[in-house]
Antibody, heavy 119, light 108 residues
């Protein structure tokens, strides 16, 4: 069974750093891209970026370029989303999602990680 | 960037009735269009990909149609568990992948 299990909810202050994780299981992790999707409270879905799990090549949405970094550790089948300086506007639910194949639809979703940024 | 637009924002339908949700793209996305369902408090779930192919385990009452810039998701006979928010997403012109703003399907 394909699963993406994300790390737990986080509370941080503005300016702090954070890394959240997404562990894949039940499939050959390096063969599939991972995207990250943001959902702000009461709002819709926003694609942030994707990473090729085989070589760590990434693409970012212009809206998120330079503010977040995607990475993977193939040895533990885990993808990461990282911020170096959080803002209050980063408060949201973040989902990691697997692409069914290259440049394709998003077939399996993690359960989401709620990030709250508040002073 | 390809802008995706959905209509209506909210759709009120009675259980057992048919619902049609629309999605438009600002430029052609060929058939590279997916639909997702999000129930309250849950992660989204893939329903339809390639504009018209049901994902594994999706009931036959869900169907998708369209190509180019106009797409429709139809639910033939609404069940209680179908009342949720539905998003379309294009994966033809990327980056970025883009989602519609969502249609909330509510019980009439």
């Amino acid at each position: 069974e394909v699963q993406l299990v994300q790390s737990g909810a986080e509370v941080r202050k503005p300016g702090e750093s954070l890394r959240i994780s997404c562990k894949g299981s039940g499939y050959d992790f390096p063969r599939f891209w991972i995207s990250w999707v943001r959902q702000m409270p009461g709002k819709g879905l926003e694609w942030m970026g994707r990473i090729d799990s085989s070589d760590s090549y990434s693409n970012y949405s212009p809206s998120f370029q330079g503010h977040v970094t995607l990475s993977v550790d193939r040895s533990v089948s885990t993808a990461y989303l990282q911020w170096t300086s959080l803002k209050a506007s980063d408060t949201a639910m973040y989902y990691c999602v697997r692409h069914s194949s290259s440049s394709s639809e998003l077939d399996f979703w993690g359960q989401g990680t709620l990030v709250t940024v508040s002073s | 960037e390809t802008v995706m637009m959905q209509s209506p924002v909210t759709l009120s339908v009675s259980p057992g009735e048919r619902a049609s949700l629309s999605c438009w793209a600002s430029q052609s996305v060929t058939s590279n269009l997916a639909w997702y369902q999000q129930r309250p408090g849950q992660a989204p779930r893939l329903l339809i990909y390639g504009a018209s192919t049901r994902a594994t385990g999706v009931p036959a009452r869900f169907s998708g149609s369209g190509s180019g810039t106009e797409f429709t998701l139809t639910i033939s006979s609404l069940q209680p568990e179908d009342f949720a928010v539905y998003y379309c997403q294009q994966y033809n012109n990327w980056p970025p992948y883009t989602f519609g703003q969502g249609t909330k399907l509510e019980i009439k």
